[in-house]
């Protein structure tokens, strides 16, 4: 079955900086990527995805980018702010049986002022 | 507005006991899922459920049973609680089944603390 994989656990940016978070997938036939924010102590949010029929896509200070080729799909955020502190998970749709959604461990994202 | 309401918000358990965690959703969704969230293990599924009255297995489904009465309810039943169940559980729905599952809807998790 997929597996996905999110390499950083932690991740320390200063206000207003970029930060990138990556993931990586082994299902060569999973086609959709969401990724969900949670505070301390919440539940997930969803913030933004991205289907496999493109390779980018952005929203607001959110970007996806995803490679097929490389089985590989990360989360941009720039000009960040204290308030996108939080773990974020990236998962995958498992294509096959379930369909459920596969996650990464989390990231937990610093914002320093 | 459309949610998934989970209950208790937290728990104490003994060892041995027996522990059922529930779910609600008004989303008039198809699918509900339970998920337990370790420290650096993201969520792992645990049941999952397309339709009431029927319930399937997850990735880690030993030491857990579930049961779907209706289209609204699904619940987390541990038989025999056991330390290693210490775990935030989030359940979750969704509408379909397949690509593009966006409208997939958190409950705010129950804390277990079993001792």
Same mark, same amino acid.
């Given at each position: 079955?997929?597996?996905?994989?999110?390499?950083?656990?932690?991740? $320390?940016?200063? *206000?207003?900086?970029?930060? /990138?978070?990556?993931?990586?997938?082994?299902?060569?036939?999973?086609?959709?990527?969401?990724?969900?924010?949670? *505070?301390?102590?919440? $539940?997930?949010?969803?913030?933004? !995805?991205?289907?496999?029929?493109?390779?980018?896509?952005?929203?607001?200070?959110?970007?996806?980018?995803?490679?097929?080729?490389?089985?590989?799909? $990360?989360?941009?955020?720039?000009?960040?702010?204290?308030?996108?502190?939080?773990?974020?998970?990236?998962?995958?749709?498992?294509?096959?049986?379930?369909?459920?959604?596969?996650?990464?461990?989390?990231?937990?994202?610093? /914002?320093?002022? | 507005?459309?949610?998934?309401?989970?209950?208790?918000?937290?728990?104490?358990?003994?060892?041995?006991?027996?522990?059922?965690?529930?779910?609600?959703?008004?989303?008039?969704? !198809?699918?509900?899922?339970?998920?337990?969230?370790?420290?650096?293990?993201?969520?792992?599924?645990?049941?999952?459920?397309?339709?009431?009255?029927?319930?399937?297995?997850? !990735?880690?489904? !030993?030491?857990?049973?579930?049961?779907?009465?209706?289209? *609204?309810?699904?619940?987390?039943?541990?038989?025999?609680?056991?330390?290693?169940?210490?775990?935030?559980?989030?359940?979750?729905?969704?509408?379909?089944?397949?690509?593009?599952?966006?409208?997939?809807?958190?409950?705010?998790?129950?804390?277990?603390?079993?001792?």
């Amino acid at each position: 079955g997929e597996k996905v994989e999110q390499h950083q656990s932690t991740l $320390s940016v200063r *206000e207003g900086d970029s930060a /990138v978070i990556n993931c990586t997938y082994t299902d060569t036939a999973s086609s959709y990527f969401p990724w969900y924010k949670q *505070e301390a102590g919440k $539940s997930l949010h969803f913030v933004i !995805d991205i289907r496999s029929n493109v390779d980018r896509k952005q929203s607001q200070r959110l970007t996806v980018l995803l490679d097929k080729k490389a089985k590989r799909f $990360s989360l941009h955020i720039t000009a960040t702010q204290p308030e996108d502190s939080a773990i974020y998970f990236c998962a995958a749709i498992q294509s096959s049986g379930s369909w459920q959604l596969i996650f990464g461990s989390g990231t937990q994202l610093t /914002v320093m002022p | 507005e459309a949610a998934v309401t989970q209950s208790p918000r937290s728990k104490v358990a003994v060892t041995g006991g027996k522990v059922t965690l529930s779910c609600h959703q008004t989303n008039n969704h !198809d699918y509900m899922y339970w998920y337990r969230q370790d420290t650096g293990h993201g969520l792992r599924l645990i049941h999952y459920s397309y339709v009431a009255d029927s319930t399937e297995k997850g !990735d880690i489904p !030993d030491g857990y049973k579930a049961s779907r009465p209706s289209q *609204e309810n699904f619940s987390l039943i541990l038989e025999l609680a056991s330390l290693s169940q210490t775990a935030v559980y989030f359940c979750a729905s969704s509408s379909t089944s397949g690509d593009a599952n966006s409208d997939y809807t958190f409950g705010s998790g129950t804390r277990l603390l079993v001792i």
